[in-house]
């Protein structure tokens, strides 16, 4: 059985960030991935990533930012750490090899980016997210003979021991079907977001909230679930993402009638506002009628307006974007784009040292929600908060492995999870198929808990997930063997994306007033007096059937008091 | 649109593997490719047979991990990824040929999923900066002028999918390695290994089974990221100036699992 100090579970850039703090702490680490890591989908990341590195800018004005950016749900002590360390892990990654973008005299370039008082987010045109990736990916090369990988390995359940302590895990070898246990003295979770359970959605087909699922079964809380951020500039024809890093360029937001309507919701940041603000304008100019296209479900993003070749030296995956997925030359026509969902601001509730309610169970990245994000993200600031709390996580981790022994584990977990998936194979043909519920869920979610939202909707929502779960238990597959078998992963995929979604619905029905990303038509004001609080969601007892119960947490204020919000 | 597919099927590494032919109709031209095979796949499960094993995650051309060798070429007709390439592409009625990624160094897991950890190894071997002690120097007293940034990036902007390996006639991976060699060794904090990085990374190359270069051009031809073929220039310089200074030492090899 492998027995490591540390065991990571996820390698995008908070996993990786993590091993390698980890690693450099002294301690022998595993990662783990359902995907080789380069493949993470953080490679997707196209924008850029904040820190107040220029010398007008300082760490408490980008804090700030966040912290409205959060409408004030963010948790300020986090807040202040990212973004105290982001100077010096931009300097970090630029060091072993990034190629941040340079200016004419040679040196570090930073774009404009939404809800951001200044210029400052560094970039590697557009593609940050694939160049970061690519060089940690290097330096875990380096740590080769600390760190063993465990790539194409698919994370079953967690591992704990009688004394409630998180102790590994078990994964299945997606290339052989072999079911291992692995042995840990601290185990973090980095399995990014839940997009999946969305549709359309700008995430990979391996975004599917496993690690929030994962630990909520593990009896973690989860927190801010019901924040689920669209994104303003989402291409209409297929759901991509089209980066911010467009907006930051100097592109514009058009109508029907070719008005800049961001002028009515943010007259000073006009499309470099908050996205919870933009994507709101956009849904409304589209409901209310001033949409384009056969369906009037889009607005325009015109990027004829920047300076052609800076677009083509800044802009340039967009480009291509534009020209094979749509068919479009962006230097020369307005592309039409809408708000889809991109991102989940609450995810497994940790401490400022990545620490979950578990001991021993650490969480990084977008699984996780510590919350330096609240009620909607600002662009740019995930990518720092995968590698600030994954590079934090990672040494704790390794500082508390340093102190222990060796847990004990049981091998009860896996004859359980490879008996559950001889069930799975074994199920008559008799139910629905795994991928029509994986599409109902989708379109569901994208209906009800989009971005508008009311009582009603959610209601049917809730009703839906639940019925979901219910046809998941019976929904069969056909591959019954065991090399690359991709049909059982997607079984368990579903089962996971069903869990996050539980808690989505739940949580947003729960909070009865408009705060970031949460905008509800039946309370459409933001209300401290009642609602300035996280809302937790966790498993009511033992079991996959358990309820989802409902809890408050407090938000930690450190200098900034809630104000209104304006752009 | 209807087509013809002969589809490679393999049920394991050690296993033969064959050509299936499956029939698709009524496809949509705006469907990619692999929309396609999601479809067949979907048709496959409801006739109670064995779905297609391939690799895909993004589906927007950057993670690098769709690998298809569509009749003939990696990646399909155009110089984009495998997800990127759409049905509107190929002719009505036409047969498709649709294959792994060939290469002895790139074993077949399952039909059309191939494993390309030996891409890694060649990173493992000196692919990397490390210099990890001490201060870190500020960015900006390293200045990169824009024309060593254009060069960097150019490189940089690989997404390792390895089509020019399934590309070049001999196998060869010199545009991978020579486009991490480029933007490693063209950059300030590259500097310090970057003879021993050279030679230790044409040595696993060598030892991981991949041809030599014989200047084919396949490679560029293929590549989804339009990396030129002057990184293989630069890789071949780099090789030569190493070579002169001292011979190979080997860090020690780690498995991936
Ligand atoms: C298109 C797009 C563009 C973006 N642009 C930006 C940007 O410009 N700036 C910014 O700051 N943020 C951006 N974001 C957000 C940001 O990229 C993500 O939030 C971030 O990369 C998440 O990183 P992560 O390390 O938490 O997770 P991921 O990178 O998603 O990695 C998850 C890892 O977990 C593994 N995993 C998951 N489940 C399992 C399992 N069951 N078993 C084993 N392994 C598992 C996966 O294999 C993978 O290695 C963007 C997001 C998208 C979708
Ligand atoms: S699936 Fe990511 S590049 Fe094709």
Same mark, same amino acid.
């Given at each position: ?97 990034? &190629? ?5 005299? $040679?040196?570090?370039? +930073?774009? /404009?980016? *939404?809800?951001?008082? #200044?210029?400052?987010? %560094? ?119 089209? &980066? ?5 360029? $100097?592109?514009?937001? +058009?109508? /029907?009638? *070719?008005?800049?309507? #961001?002028?009515?919701? %943010? ?126 996580? $990672? ?6 492995? *340093?102190?222990?022994? #060796? ?161 | ?28 031209g705006e469907a990619s490719f692999l929309e396609m095979l999601d479809t067949l796949n979907e048709d496959l499960v409801g006739k109670g047979s064995r779905s297609v094993a391939f690799d895909s995650d993004c589906r927007e051309g950057i993670c690098g ?22 049905m509107r592409d190929f002719e009505d009625g036409s047969t498709i040929y649709v294959e792994p990624f060939r290469n002895n160094a790139f074993p077949v897991v399952r039909d059309l999923a191939v494993d390309r950890s030996a891409f890694d190894r060649i990173i493992e071997s000196g692919g990397y900066v490390s210099v990890t002690t001490g201060p870190q120097p500020d960015p900006n007293s390293q200045p990169v ?113």
């Open positions: 059985m492998p027995a490591h100090d540390v065991l990571i579970i996820g390698a995008g850039l908070a996993g990786q960030r993590a091993a390698l703090a980890a690693a450099d702490a002294g301690a022998s680490v595993a990662i783990l991935s359902k995907v080789h890591p380069v493949r993470s989908h953080s490679v997707a990341a196209a924008g850029g990533i904040n820190a107040a590195i220029n010398p007008d800018d300082d760490w408490r004005s980008h804090a700030f930012d966040t912290v409205k950016g959060s409408d004030y749900l963010g948790d300020q002590d986090a807040i202040e750490i990212m973004c105290s360390e982001a100077p010096g892990e931009i300097m970090h990654l630029e060091h072993i090899g990034v &190629t941040f973008h340079r200016n004419d005299t $040679g040196h570090l370039d +930073l774009r /404009a980016f *939404g809800g951001a008082s #200044m210029k400052r987010t %560094a970039y590697v045109a557009d593609i940050t997210g694939q160049a970061i990736l690519h060089v940690l990916y290097e330096q875990l090369m380096k740590y080769s003979d600390r760190v063993d990988r465990y790539e194409e390995w698919f994370n079953t359940s967690l591992l704990k021991d009688d004394s409630g302590r998180c102790v590994g895990c078990v994964a299945r070898n997606i290339r052989t079907g072999e079911m291992r246990t692995f042995n840990a003295k601290s185990t973090i979770l980095a399995t990014g977001g839940v997009g999946q359970a969305f549709k359309p959605t700008t995430n990979g087909l391996i975004c599917t909230g496993d690690g929030m699922s994962l630990a909520y079964r593990a009896g973690a809380r989860l927190m801010d679930m019901e924040m689920i951020q669209y994104h303003p500039t989402t291409m209409t024809a297929n759901g991509f993402l089209i &980066t911010e890093g467009a907006r930051g360029e $100097g592109a514009h937001l +058009l109508n /029907a009638a *070719g008005e800049r309507f #961001m002028e009515k919701d %943010a007259p000073n940041k006009m499309e470099l506002a908050s996205r919870d603000v933009v994507s709101r304008a956009e849904q409304r100019e589209i409901n209310e009628g001033r949409g384009t296209g056969p369906l009037k479900d889009s607005v325009l993003l015109d990027v004829t307006v920047v300076p052609k070749n800076r677009v083509l030296e800044a802009l340039r995956e967009i480009v291509n974007l534009g020209r094979d997925f749509a068919g479009i030359d962006i230097t020369k026509e307005p592309i039409p784009v809408r708000p889809g969902q991109h991102y989940t601001m609450g995810g497994v509730k940790t401490d400022v040292n990545g620490e979950t309610d578990v001991p021993g169970l650490y969480a990084a990245g977008e699984v996780a929600c510590v919350s330096v994000h609240g009620g909607n993200r600002l662009g740019a600031n995930s990518l720092l908060d995968t590698l600030i709390f994954g590079k934090r996580s $990672g040494q704790h981790a390794a500082a508390v492995a *340093g102190e222990m022994q #060796m847990p004990k584990v049981s091998d009860a977990q896996l004859r359980d999870d490879t008996r559950h998936i001889q069930d799975i194979i074994n199920r008559p043909k008799t139910g629905r198929r795994i991928s029509e519920i994986k599409e109902e869920l989708g379109v569901s979610m994208n209906q009800y808990c989009a971005v508008f939202r009311d009582e009603e909707g959610m209601t049917k929502g809730k009703e839906i997930v639940t019925r979901l779960q219910e046809e998941a238990k019976t929904a069969y597959i056909d591959d019954a063997g065991t090399v690359f078998n991709q049909d059982v992963l997607g079984a368990l995929e579903l089962g996971f994306m069903l869990d996050c979604s539980e808690a989505i619905v739940t949580a947003a029905l729960e909070r009865k007033e408009s705060r970031g990303a949460h905008s509800r038509t039946d309370y459409t004001e933001r209300n401290d007096e009642d609602w300035l609080f996280h809302l937790t969601v966790s498993q009511d007892g033992e079991g996959a059937d358990a309820p989802a119960k409902l809890d408050k947490a407090p938000i930690t204020f450190t200098q900034w008091e809630p104000m209104e919000r304006t752009y | 649109m209807n087509f013809q597919l002969e589809i490679w099927r393999q049920d394991s590494r050690d296993q033969p593997g064959r050509f299936e032919t499956k029939h698709v109709q009524d496809v949509d991990m769709c690998s298809l060798v569509i009749n003939g070429m990696p990646h399909g007709p155009n110089q984009v990824t495998t997800c990127q390439t759409y002028t824009p024309e060593v940034h254009q060069t960097v990036m150019d490189a940089a902007i690989c997404i390792g999918c390895g089509a020019c390996v399934a590309a070049c006639p001999n196998g060869a991976a010199m545009l991978f390695t020579g486009a991490k060699i480029t933007h490693l060794n063209n950059l300030p904090q590259g500097q310090p290994e970057r003879d021993e990085r050279a030679r230790n990374m044409v040595h696993q190359m060598d030892e991981e089974g991949f041809g030599g270069c014989t200047n084919f051009g396949e490679c560029s031809r293929v590549c989804p990221q339009e990396i030129g073929i002057d990184v293989i220039g630069m890789l071949n310089r780099e090789y030569r100036r190493a070579s002169r200074t001292k011979k190979p030492s080997h860090p020690k090899k780690m498995v991936a699992q």
